[in-house]
């Protein structure tokens, strides 16, 4: 999706950005949970091994297309978040064993209050699973917020949004990011009106040299650690 000035977004992208904001909750959500450990070490357990159910789930549709995967969340996937939602009322996670101003008892509170978020990904498969993507690259903007909370006027305010996000496709692509910037800025400004070969993907395809192959190295590395480590919990099940 590319919004700027003279251009009008489409229905599709106006959903997906909807979509986007409404299913930012599912990692924040996993992580206040774990952070209740120390003092409902039962009921974390339990509660997680729900949630790494969803993933196995992920795990194994993901080079499904999108009518398949779809159908397997709404069968599969939708039968754990009952059963999670099942856990959420049961006597374990309710007072006086989880008091609702405990962590637990307010993160449990916090789930439930999200609910239609946290479902979201099983009405669309474009729906990712996980967040946690989209939050790396918001933690950028925590990181310098304070360095940054005079931008001097709201056009300032959004031309850093802008190269933010420019900057943010760069890395999701895998690019230079200085290469790509200097390229692309200095064709701009030279009144080069071919956007389309100006955009990520494209300049990837015509810049191999520029691609940092090691991250995507990592990237299959990490997936390999989690596949393993999800095979060994199937057959740890059994």
Not at 60 to 80: C, G, N, P, W
Not at 177 to 195: Q, S
Not at 204 to 231: F, G, L, M
Request: net charge positive.
């Amino acid at each position: 999706m590319e919004v700027g000035q003279g251009k009008t977004p489409t229905n599709e992208s106006c959903v997906m950005v909807a979509l986007c904001i409404h299913d930012a909750f599912r990692a924040h959500a996993r992580r206040k949970i774990d952070e209740c450990r120390s003092a409902f070490p039962i009921q974390v357990a339990k509660l997680e091994s729900l949630i790494r159910m969803l993933y196995d789930i992920e795990d194994q549709i993901k080079a499904l297309d999108d009518a398949e995967r779809l159908s397997r969340r709404q069968t599969h996937s939708r039968h754990v978040l009952g059963l999670i939602d099942e856990y959420l009322q049961s006597e374990p996670m309710s007072s006086p064993k989880v008091l609702p101003k405990s962590n637990l008892g307010q993160t449990a509170a916090y789930v439930r209050r999200h609910w239609a978020s946290l479902n979201r990904f099983t009405a669309n498969a474009r729906v990712p699973n996980d967040d946690n993507d989209c939050e790396q690259l918001m933690k950028r903007v925590a990181t310098g917020r304070k360095n940054w909370l005079f931008k001097g006027s709201l056009s300032a305010g959004e031309r850093a949004a802008n190269l933010m996000t420019i900057i943010g496709t760069a890395i999701r692509n895998d690019l230079d990011v200085h290469a790509y910037l200097d390229d692309v800025l200095r064709r701009a400004l030279a009144g080069e009106t071919d956007r389309s070969s100006r955009r990520p993907p494209a300049w990837r395809d015509s810049h191999p040299e520029c691609i940092r192959d090691y991250r995507q190295d990592e990237r299959r590395q990490a997936a390999d650690r989690k596949r393993v480590r999800r095979a060994r919990r199937q057959r740890l099940k059994k």
